[in-house]
Every structure is written in C-alpha cells, then in structure tokens.
C-alpha cells in the first residue's frame, strides 16, 4: 500500500480535460521522481512523485515562486506495503503522459529503469514504452510527449540545481540526502502496529519526492525553453505555498532540522 499525498481534485486523471487543475486546453510539463533506500539485500523504491505545471506548446513564460502553480502526486510506502507499488504508481502516471503530457521530465531515467526492471513481474505498458523511447529521445513519435533528461551532461542533480539557479534553502533539501532517506525508510519500517509513529516518514518520503519532481520539472521546462526565470528561483517558497496542507511537518515549517 501506498499514501498519497495530492493537491488534485481527481489524482488519477491530471490529464482529463474536464478534472484538470489548470484551464483546458493548457499543456502540462510533468516532472518525475522516484526515491530509493537500502533494504538490507538491495536498492527499494520508497517513494515516487509526479509534478505537472502548465506550459505553453511552443513559447517560454517566466515564472515566479510566490504565482507558480501546479499539481501533484507524491507517495510514501507503507511499513506493510508491497516492493511493486512504486512501480504500478510510476507506470500508471506514465502510462496517460506518454500521450497526454507536453514534456515528460527526468532526472537520469536510465539509472533508475536499470533499478525498476528486477521489480517488474508483469508487463507495464508505461515504463516499458518511455524506457523504449528514451534511448532515442531526438526522434520523437508523433503525438507523444518530449522525452527531457536533465542529467544528459553527466551532471548530478546537486550540480544541476546549482546550475540553474534553484535554492531549496539550507534546511529543505537535506530531507532527500541519502542518508536521511534510508533513516526515514528504517523508522517506517519498525513502526508497524503504530500509526502515530508512521505520519512523520512517510510525510518525508513523500516530501522528498516531490521536491526532485518539481526541481527536475522545472529544469527540464528550462532546458526545452518553456519556463524561465530571473535570478535564483526560491523553489522552498513554491513548495510550501503548494504543499503546507498535505505534508505541514516538512512544509508547514522553515526550520525543522532532519
């Protein structure tokens, strides 16, 4: 099982022309995350996140973080969840972006495909597809979504943030260190029986997530030349302005230590 955290009227169908949360006929970028930790034999997905922010179909628009609006979905796993949820939840997103979204954004794709295959039992029409296509990004199908990877340089996303001017501020961004993660898996996994004790990882599993969606959504609309901004972009302040009800222990506050 999963939890979900969402600010989407209808989560399972962002693309839906009359459920989505932008105007119709408005193009979405989305933004793709998936977060990983040690289970003691191998690398488990923990959470995963999907962002989707409007863009125009050829021109760029400049955005700000106090106006940026878009949507999300971001899940945490349970203490008694399944290793297979992440990847039905990836492959469900991917599965209507594929044909529906303007840009499908990542952040080094292969790398964490190389990680998915062990965990697919049955086929997944979705990550089988983008994976397919991604080795060959510069001939793209007709009425499918560009394929952006924002690590094509080489360069981590760390460097990448840094590069392109996005500040998460000296606290947010530790919550998605590796480190922090497998402390966040490990104190999930020894709370079961104790729902008290699972609200806190969970929110940041599900906070980290999202917050490499949207870092990686907003350098791949850069790097496709449909967003833009001036100076540094304070993504901590969009975050929290989008997320504070869903999540209030990692964004309802500017100074929690992890």
């Not at 297979?84 to 964490?112: C, K, M, N, T």
């Not at 979705?126 to 080795?135: K, L, M, Q, R, T």
């Not at 449909?226 to 989008?242: E, H, I, P, S, Y």
């Not at 504070?244 to 230590?257: G, I």
Request: hydrophobic share 45%; aromatic share 8%; charged share 25%.
């Amino acid at each position: 099982m999963l939890r979900e955290f969402s600010n989407l009227a209808w989560p399972k169908t962002p693309y839906a022309a009359d459920m989505r949360p932008v105007a119709r006929k408005v193009r979405l970028l989305t933004g793709m995350s998936i977060q990983w930790a040690d289970d003691g034999s191998e690398a488990t997905p923990i959470g995963a996140a999907a962002v989707f922010i409007p863009v125009h179909r050829t021109a760029s628009r400049e955005i700000v973080a106090d106006t940026l609006h878009f949507g999300y979905r971001s899940v945490a796993v349970e203490p008694d969840g399944d290793r297979s949820d992440i990847p039905a939840f990836v492959d469900g997103v991917l599965v209507q972006a594929r044909r529906e979204a303007e840009i499908i954004g990542w952040h080094s794709f292969p790398d964490d495909l190389h990680a998915l295959r062990p965990l697919l039992t049955t086929p997944r029409a979705g990550i089988d597809s983008v994976g397919e296509a991604w080795a060959d990004r510069p001939r793209r199908e007709r009425s499918t979504a560009l394929l952006v990877d924002t690590a094509d340089d080489g360069m981590q996303l760390d460097s990448a943030l840094t590069a392109n001017r996005l500040d998460f501020g000296p606290v947010l961004w530790r919550y998605r260190a590796p480190v922090v993660l497998q402390q966040a898996y490990e104190d999930l996994t020894v709370s079961t029986g104790q729902p008290g004790r699972q609200v806190w990882p969970t929110q940041h599993i599900g906070a980290a997530a999202l917050m490499t969606a949207l870092a990686t959504a907003l350098m791949a609309g850069r790097q496709a030349e449909r967003l833009t901004w001036n100076g540094t972009f304070d993504v901590a302040k969009a975050l929290r302005l989008a997320a504070w009800d869903t999540m209030p222990l990692v964004f309802d506050s500017t100074d929690r230590q992890v």
